[in-house]
């Protein structure tokens, strides 16, 4: 099967912003985009994006799951990164059309159809280092997606970095390109020094999150993850699953926590670990590394609480339980 996101749709939708009005939204082929070589976002990084899903349900009939939160959230990083606003009901518009489009081709669970908003500056102005672009390209991308655990869950093994960040601190809740750009230089040196598959950046010893993904732990019927603030990204899937958690009876502690209070509870048998993020929903962390150590968590095995956690978000997104909370947008 083809690597996760490398099969697109031919088709997008987009809209340009230019002289304080946004273009009426159009399908074009998304396989390039006309862009001057001035342009703000490749030289001044000017650009964000959203993740998320469409699922078909067992009637043949497409849901968008949690659509407002991903909106909203990309509000909040074209404000943070001072591109032109849009008003919600044009990118819920462009999403429901475009994925209306290709609705015959969302696979059915458990694969979706994978929903890639992006916002890029396109103004021609290299002269504007410190001065946001006046024109914008925001265009939703389809790519139809697989099953993330085909090979069977395997856990994780994640590297725990105290002294380096993801990114600027101030960038945290943005999700933007130059984020990761940031982060993959540690991340490649942590897979060749360490097999690991992650980092868990703790500046300072402060539990965060890794390059693309949060992180949470579970002792007994408590689940613990970071507070939220501006140094980290606002995951949809955690607030979901903090939420189905609730929903399941289990205590829900949204607090700071450091390294060792972490490495203190990954040693108690039962404990597990796991990332979350709309690709890979939850998995499972087996292995923390620490100054050259390796430390399980619980079993160093998959955890029974996040298979659990994950079946119950999934088969919300699969139309199997009931949305009670409203997370599902018909097309
Ligand atoms: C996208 C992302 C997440 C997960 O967010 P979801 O809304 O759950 O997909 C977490 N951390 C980072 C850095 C991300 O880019």
Same mark, same amino acid.
């Given at each position: ?6 099969v ?5 939708i ?13 399908l ?37 799951f ?10 909040q ?6 591109l032109? &606003? ?7 518009q ?16 458990p694969?979706?159809m ?14 504007k ?5 006046m ?18 869950a ?8 105290? &002294? ?6 101030h ?24 097999q ?15 390059g ?47 390294v ?19 690709a ?5 962390v087996?292995?923390?590394i620490?100054?050259d ?5 619980g079993?160093?095995?998959p ?14 997104q ?11 947008t018909?097309?």
């Open positions: 099967m083809a690597a996760f996101g490398t697109f749709m031919p088709h997008m987009q809209a340009r912003f230019a002289d304080n009005t946004w273009s009426e939204s159009a074009v082929p998304s396989d390039k985009i006309e862009l001057h070589a001035g342009a703000h976002v490749l030289h001044y990084s000017s650009t964000c994006f959203e993740g998320l899903k469409a699922f078909r349900h067992e009637d043949g009939s497409v849901y968008i949690r659509m407002d939160a991903n909106i909203a959230r990309m509000k990083s074209s404000k943070l990164l001072n032109p &606003d849009f008003d919600e009901s044009m990118l819920e462009m999403i429901k059309d475009i994925v209306k489009e290709y609705a015959d081709e969302t696979p059915a669970p694969g979706s994978y929903i890639r908003p992006t916002h890029i500056g396109t103004e021609a102005a290299i002269g280092a410190a001065a946001p672009s024109s914008s390209l925001l265009y939703v991308l389809l790519s139809p997606v697989g099953d993330y655990f085909a090979g069977g395997t856990a994780l093994r994640v590297l725990l970095e105290e &002294d380096g960040m993801r990114c600027a601190p960038m945290g809740m943005v999700k933007s390109g130059g984020n990761y750009a940031s982060a993959l230089g540690p991340i490649l040196q942590a897979r060749s020094e360490h690991a598959d992650q980092i868990l950046f703790c500046p300072g010893g402060d539990v965060q999150e890794t693309a993904a949060n992180f949470i732990l579970i002792d007994g019927n408590e689940i613990i993850t970071k507070a939220l603030d501006s140094t980290f990204l606002h995951g949809v899937t955690r607030n979901s699953i903090l939420t189905i958690a609730r929903d399941l009876g289990m205590t829900v502690s949204e607090r700071n926590f450091t060792s209070e972490l490495l203190e509870r990954a040693a108690k048998p039962g404990t597990e670990a796991a990332l979350s993020g709309t890979a929903v939850l998995t499972s087996g292995t923390l620490h100054n150590q390796e430390f399980k968590v079993s160093g095995e955890g029974e609480k996040v298979v659990k956690l994950r079946q119950a978000l999934n088969n919300i699969w139309g199997k339980s009931p949305d009670n909370h409203g997370w599902l018909k097309v």
